[in-house]
């Protein structure tokens, strides 16, 4: 009785949702919408997905109609420089998935789409949950897709006390279980626009919820306290010097190494970064090159893991710049132009 009696609820809350989504799921350019005929394109899929790992829908929007007026299919992306695909990338972060998708597009290019989420998962740059998402939404494929969004909303959907990370296996669990042979690209797409706008972090607006009813932390009145969460350590701090030198509408600009933070991507010269600031003496010390460098002021820029502050050192040099590491207009990662427009 009791299975039947879950099983009577999980149909429910999952009608429920689906009609919601049916109405109210948000058009965005990689979609295919409720209802209509077809599947969505894996290579959009695929792009989108690995452009939202860590990066919000808003964010990406721009950056995903650049990439499909650039390389409109795998083959364009796979055949293109380097290089060139990581300039387009620059200023959306996490710059090492740039490297991956391009490894990965050489890859589908050669082998074909996967037809699975373990395919996928053998993908540069495609984790669990990047396989799992679009396994179910460009295959169809009854995969359990848990993001941030859906680990909120089974936290509160079930009052799960436990807090995060320790509850992310429970919440893993709570999500699989409601997963379903029925729509399951709808079923995955409909979780993450309930968390993305109505089962919101703060002020989660439970008067318009078409799950409400079945919501333990509702009930219990007091759902934005969900999920737990364990206090966050403070981001440790780092230091460093940045260096702008001008030849006349050129920059100079250094490719950074592979191995690290912002690998591969066109930046500017700078010091090491380190847990300490930097004297001027020091940091004039490995400037790039011989000018009357003049300290303008700093640049501060959270990564995931540290939040680094860099005194900026500008300079102009004489003459026309001809060497390939003077750039005009260059296509830099976010700290980077922060420093070039102080």
């Known amino acids: 009785m009791e299975k039947a009696a879950k099983a009577g609820t999980k149909a429910a809350l999952r009608a429920a949702l689906l009609s919601w ?40 929007g721009p950056y995903f109609a650049k990439f499909l007026a650039l390389f409109p299919d795998v083959a364009a992306l796979a055949n293109a ?55 179910a939404i460009a295959l169809d494929l009854p995969t359990n897709v848990v993001d941030g969004n859906v680990e909120r909303v089974m936290a509160r959907l079930y009052a799960v006390e436990a807090p995060l990370p320790a509850a992310k296996a429970e919440l893993r669990e709570r999500a699989c279980a409601l997963v379903d042979a029925h729509r399951p690209g709808d079923w995955a797409q409909a979780l993450m626009d309930l968390g993305a706008t109505i089962c919101t972090p703060t002020s989660p607006n439970c008067l318009i919820c078409p799950v409400r009813s079945f919501c333990a932390a509702f009930a219990g009145g007091a759902p934005e306290t969900y999920p737990r969460k364990t206090p966050k350590a403070e981001r440790p701090k780092r230091y460093g010097a940045v260096f702008v030198a001008r030849r006349g509408d050129a920059v100079l600009t250094v490719r950074r190494a592979d ?73 830099l990662p976010t700290v980077f132009k922060k420093a070039l427009r102080l």
């Open 259 to 331: 191995k690290g933070l912002l690998g591969g991507m066109l930046g500017l010269p700078t010091t090491e970064w380190g847990d300490a600031p930097l004297s001027r003496e020091h940091a004039l010390a490995h400037a790039p090159l011989a000018a009357d460098w003049a300290q303008v002021g700093q640049v501060r820029h959270v990564f995931t893991h540290f939040a680094l502050t860099l005194d900026v050192f500008a300079a102009t040099l004489d003459g026309v710049a001809n060497d390939a590491a003077w750039v005009v207009e260059p296509a």
């Open 21 to 60: 989504y049916d109405a109210h799921a948000r058009d965005l350019p990689w979609r295919v919408g409720p209802g209509a005929s077809g599947r969505a394109d894996p290579y959009r899929v695929w792009l989108s997905e690995i452009m939202l790992q860590q990066t919000t829908v808003a964010a990406v």
């Open 81 to 135: 420089p380097r290089d060139e695909v990581l300039s387009a990338w620059a200023g959306l972060g996490y710059y090492s998935r740039a490297r991956n998708l391009h490894a990965a597009a050489q890859a589908l290019a050669r082998d074909g789409f996967p037809a699975s989420e373990g395919g996928w998962r053998t993908l540069p740059g495609v984790g669990p949950y990047t396989a799992a998402a679009i396994a």
